[in-house]
C-alpha cells in the first residue's frame, strides 16, 4: 500500500438493503472498507452475507442504500459496470470451467479488459509467477486440479481483470486445514502486497479474523457488529452467540 492511498475508503456500503421477492436478505447494512485492508464478513447460514457480496458486484439491485466504489456512486449498476469500475467477484463453489486448461481458465479472466497479446502475456507470466503450482499446471485440464489449487485458480482469475476490491464468498470452503492456511497466506498478500481491497465471506470466523483488519457480523441480514478482527476474536459473548467458537 502506497502512502497515497493508504487509509482512503475503496467501498462504502450504506444503509443497504435488498432481498428476493418477499424475502428481505439485508437490512439497512453499512460497511466500509478502506484501500488495502482485509474486511471479514462472518454470520450463520442465511445471515446474508452471499447477498451482500451479490449486491457490491451487481447480481442483487438494492431496494435501498447506496454502493460506492472508490469515491465513485454504483448503486444499481449492472455487473459488467461493476467489473469495469473495478470489482472483482469469486463465487463460492470454485468456479472452474473443468473441461478447458488452466491456461484457458485464466485468459477468460482477462476478457473484460481490452488487450493487446503481449499485455496478455505479461499478464499471464505475473499470474504464473505469483501462483506457480498454476505454472507447472497450465496445459492440464481444470478438472484434474486439487481443491486448494482450482481456489488458487479461481482467485488467479479474477485478478487478470485488475480489481481493485476483490470480494471472495467462503474461499477456503471444503479445503484440508492445511491448504486452508495457504488460501488465507495469500488473501494477505493480495491486500498487502497487491494493495487490493477484499471483502472475505467466511464460515471460518477464527481463520478469517486471524487475517483480517475488520470484521462485521450479519445476523437475519443486520449488521450486528463491525469492529477491529482483533477486538472480535476477544469478544466471548459475540463468537459464541453468533461466530460459534
Ligand atoms: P450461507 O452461509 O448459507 O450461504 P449467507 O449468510 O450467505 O448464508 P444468503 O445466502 O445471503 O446468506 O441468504 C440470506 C437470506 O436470503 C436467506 O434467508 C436465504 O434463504 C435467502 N436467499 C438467498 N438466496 C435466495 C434466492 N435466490 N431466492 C430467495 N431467497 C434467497
Same mark, same amino acid.
Given at each position: ?91 463460492? #463453489?470454485? =468456479?472452474? !470451467?473443468?473441461?478447458?486448461? $488452466? &491456461?484457458? *481458465?485464466? @485468459? ?6 481490452? %488487450? ?75 491486500? #498487502?502486497? =497487491?494493495? !487490493?481491497?477484499?471483502?472475505? $465471506? &467466511?464460515? *471460518?470466523? @477464527? ?6 483488519? %475488520? ?31
Amino acid at each position: 500500500m502506497s502512502d497515497s492511498t493508504a487509509g482512503r475508503e475503496a467501498l462504502a456500503v450504506e444503509n443497504l438493503t435488498a432481498g428476493y421477492g418477499g424475502v428481505t436478505a439485508l437490512d439497512d447494512v453499512t460497511i466500509s472498507a478502506g484501500t488495502a485492508t482485509i474486511t471479514a464478513v462472518l454470520g450463520a447460514n442465511g445471515a446474508g452475507k452471499t447477498t451482500l457480496l451479490r449486491a457490491i458486484s451487481g447480481l442483487v439491485k438494492p431496494r435501498r442504500g447506496r454502493i460506492r466504489i472508490h469515491d465513485t456512486d454504483m448503486t444499481g449498476h449492472a455487473p459488467e459496470d461493476m467489473a469495469r469500475g473495478g470489482v472483482a467477484h469469486v463465487p463460492e #463453489g470454485q =468456479g472452474v !470451467i473443468a473441461e478447458l486448461t $488452466v &491456461e484457458e *481458465n485464466l @485468459r477468460i479472466g482477462m476478457m473484460s479488459r481490452r %488487450t493487446t497479446s503481449r499485455e496478455r502475456a505479461t499478464s499471464l507470466a505475473e499470474a504464473y509467477e505469483r501462483f506457480r503450482p498454476l505454472a507447472d499446471r497450465r496445459r492440464k485440464l481444470a478438472a484434474t486440479l486439487s481443491g486448494g489449487e482450482r481456489q488458487m485458480l479461481v482467485i488467479a482469475r479474477a485478478l487478470l481483470g485488475r480489481p481493485r476490491v476483490l470480494l471472495l464468498d467462503e474461499p477456503s470452503l471444503g479445503l484440508a486445514p492445511r491448504v486452508m492456511a495457504q488460501v488465507m497466506d495469500m488473501v494477505v498478500r493480495l491486500s #498487502g502486497e =497487491g494493495g !487490493i481491497t477484499i471483502i472475505l $465471506v &467466511e464460515q *471460518n470466523a @477464527r481463520g478469517a479474523l486471524a487475517i483480517a483488519d %475488520t470484521g462485521v457480523v450479519l445476523n437475519l441480514g443486520r449488521v450486528v457488529a463491525t469492529a477491529d478482527a482483533k477486538d472480535l476474536a476477544q469478544d466471548v459473548a459475540l463468537r459464541h452467540h453468533y461466530l460459534g467458537f
